[in-house]
């Protein structure tokens, strides 16, 4: 059907793409050839078949531009890093090259606290200085949406001063950011011994501090071994209700402490990691709604053996994503592109769960409806790529694909055809 808009009013037009628009049309990928994408004030007005478009497109935009055939897709989004911290911990990953194991690091005092020591050194100006390239070396391939967790201040000032350079970041390099508060990552030197007293004094200082802030968009916890148990992990959780936060959990990475129910109890946006996650916690998480967020770059570089209960996930129906988990400790990965290839390659994702994962799964991890694949009405955020396939992106390992990277409507990254 002809749509009928006499005049020019649309943003830009791109007509010659094929889009993988992620929607669920019941083709893979929601693929739709010889397509057209058109944006108006930052939102999507036409994604589908060129020959639907009127006759004379250029009477409904003034920039209408020939993609040459390229691969459309939403732009992605990243639901799971730690990118803004100072310092890093190259020199543990050599210590691990020699024999020590990531739980000796870290109770020898090494690990998460000494990056909030190098954290807690640096003032705003200059963490935002080291964190600013990682986040654009997501951005420059492709992604459009950044989660980013606190967690390396674990004191108010810093824990607070990480937020803001998060929403700095996003506001710098014109993409989306989501801040989410993760006081309870370690437990920081000056509480050492005292882990449920720092607990308390996350849920009656730090949270609510963060929360008032208006700085925090989620609330995340290291329910771990190394990190916090259960039931310190629920009295977060139960905090960030009463202040109206939606959460998150580090859950299973190490061993099976039902992290996954946990999240799902508190109708979790997600549990994230899941080796270790048993099938009654697939299946909590099944009927909550709780997102498996898949962080094939920490499993990697701890060169972990035990996969995510990947075919549990699909039989219980549980959504999938897939995250850079981004962080100085166990995964310094500078690409979610690397991270698709990794769950295809490590968990055996096809290709479409991979970009599934990294778009349309990934804003539900968020709580974002509004993004995350081409659709009418959905923010104007996407990506032409030099690339022929929706596959190619998760095939080629590293390197950089996006030629251009648009956020609301706006470019933020642009690159000249590959020769
Ligand atoms: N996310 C985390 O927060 C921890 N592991 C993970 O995957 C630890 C990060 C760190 O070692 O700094
Ligand atoms: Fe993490």
């Known amino acids: 059907m002809k749509i009928e808009i006499p005049t020019r009013s649309w943003d830009g037009l791109l007509i010659d793409c094929d889009l993988a628009t992620m929607a669920d049309t019941g083709e893979a990928y929601g693929a739709i050839r010889g397509a057209a994408l058109g944006w108006k004030d930052g939102r999507i007005v036409f994604a589908g078949a060129a020959d639907a478009l009127p006759d004379r497109p250029e009477a409904l935009c003034a920039r209408v531009e020939s993609a040459a055939g390229a691969l459309i897709t939403p732009g992605l989004v990243d639901c799971h890093t730690h990118l803004v911290f100072g310092g890093n911990r190259a020199n543990e990953f050599d210590m691990r090259l020699n024999g020590a194991s990531y739980e000796d690091i870290s109770r020898a005092g090494g690990g998460i606290v000494s990056t909030v020591r190098a954290t807690r050194a640096l003032d705003d100006a200059a963490l935002l200085q080291e964190s600013l390239p990682r986040a654009r070396a997501l951005v420059d391939d492709g992604v459009t949406t950044i989660e980013i967790k606190s967690g390396y201040g674990l004191d108010q000032a810093s824990e607070l001063m990480m937020l803001r350079v998060a929403r700095e970041i996003g506001r710098q390099l014109g993409v989306s950011v989501r801040t ?226 648009v956020v609301a409507g706006q470019t933020v990254v642009a690159r000249e055809l590959a020769p």
């Open 180 to 405: 989410t508060f993760l006081g309870a990552h370690a437990v920081p030197p000056e509480y050492s011994g005292r882990q449920a007293d720092y607990i308390d004094h996350v849920c009656d200082v730090l949270l609510p501090e963060a929360a008032r802030s208006g700085l925090a968009d989620a609330v995340d916890a290291f329910c771990e071994n190394i990190g916090f148990t259960p039931q310190q992990t629920r009295k977060v959780f139960a905090a960030a209700r009463d202040l109206g936060l939606p959460v998150k959990l580090h859950a299973d990475q190490l061993s099976d402490l039902g992290g996954g129910a946990l999240s799902a109890e508190f109708s979790g946006l997600s549990a994230d990691h899941i080796e270790h996650t048993s099938e009654d916690g697939v299946r909590a998480m099944a009927s909550a709604g709780t997102v498996a967020v898949l962080l094939p770059g920490a499993f990697y570089a701890l060169r972990d053996t035990t996969l995510p209960p990947i075919n549990a996930l699909r039989e219980h129906g549980v959504t999938m994503a897939v995250a850079t988990d981004l962080n100085p400790g166990t995964s310094p990965m500078l690409s979610l592109r690397l991270a698709m290839n990794m769950a295809c390659t490590l968990f055996r994702l096809t290709p479409e769960e991979a970009l599934r994962g990294a778009t349309v799964n990934a804003a539900r991890a968020l709580g974002l409806s509004d993004r995350g694949c081409l659709v009418e009405g959905m923010r104007a955020d996407f990506v032409i790529w030099n690339a022929a396939t929706p596959a190619d992106l998760c095939y080629w390992i590293g390197g950089s694909l996006a030629r251009r990277v």
